[in-house]
């Protein structure tokens, strides 16, 4: 019979890997994966961290309407850490330890992927609510974070937090140059939609560079859809995106010089 002797450089190795950059020399802690959720409280020492609730699962979504929303027998799994002078925030693509700003905290946005290092005594929790959490903060209970491991923001953290609700839809639209008619002619049709067929198209034209950083844009023209679904298509052709579009919603686009008594 065959036997394998592990080397000590090889068992560091494949301990070291097994952590998925978290640095954890230490066997009396647990990690904790969520989000980094708005409603923190850096004056305070306290960072809202979100795992998962029964509204959006784990991702943290932006409530666009809680009025209409269902939220019955609503729950969640998040905690207010406490964020003390001992609290070392980790930089997991660097591994490099970072040192935030007084009363900041290191984050891109809202949903940006963090793990949480607390002691093993630590007993995870879900917090009932009537409302959605983002509007009962006072009812999550406080940790102590021991290590904070921030991942890097993506394309996808951003348009999972920002994506609508159902019969909803968001179109960024970047150019070169603002064309003020056919931004005209967009908020027609989007009028026109919501009065005929309750469908609700949100144009963002011309977004700022912080969204365009957070869309990861980088042609001088690009078309991003979003729906409930999340993402559905991005082309850096504007006639693609709306023939995209002109199918997920039954109508035709308006043309560039089009007269608006069409409507």
């Given amino acids: 019979m065959k036997r394998f002797i592990l080397v000590p450089w ?3 190795f494949l301990t070291a890997g097994a952590c998925g ?9 647990q990690v904790i994966e969520g989000r980094y959720a708005f409603g923190s409280y850096p004056e305070l ?17 932006y409530l666009y309407n809680e009025r209409d929303t269902d939220l019955n027998a609503y729950k969640t799994e998040a905690y207010l850490l406490n964020v003390t002078d001992e609290t070392r925030f980790l930089d997991v693509a660097s591994g490099e330890e970072i040192h935030p700003a007084e009363v900041t905290y290191p984050f891109e946005y809202a949903n940006q992927r963090m793990k949480v290092e607390v002691g093993t005594e630590f007993e995870r ?11 009962q903060r006072a009812l999550l209970p406080i940790v102590e974070a021991e290590k904070i491991y921030i991942e890097p923001y993506s394309s996808s953290d951003y348009i999972s937090f920002i994506k609508p609700e159902d019969n909803r839809f968001i179109y960024y639209v970047k150019e070169e140059s603002y064309d003020e008619a056919y931004w005209r002619r967009l908020m027609l049709l989007s009028e026109s939609l919501h009065n005929d067929k309750d469908v609700y ?5 011309m977004p700022n560079d912080q969204v365009i950083g957070y ?10 859809i979003v729906s409930s679904e999340g993402e559905l298509m991005r082309s850096s052709d504007r006639e693609t995106a709306e023939t995209f579009l002109e199918a997920e919603l039954g109508v035709k686009f308006p043309e560039e010089g089009a007269e608006n008594d069409q409507w």
């Fill in 10 to 12: 090889l068992l560091m």
């Fill in 215 to 224: 869309l990861e844009i980088d042609e001088p023209f690009e078309y991003v």
């Fill in 45 to 61: 020492g306290l960072l809202m961290f979100f795992v998962e609730d029964t509204f959006a699962g784990k991702d943290y979504t």
């Fill in 21 to 29: 950059g978290v640095e954890n020399n230490n066997e009396k802690v």
């Fill in 125 to 135: 929790k879900w917090t009932e609510a009537s409302r959605h959490i983002s509007f």
């Fill in 201 to 205: 198209l949100d144009v963002r034209y």
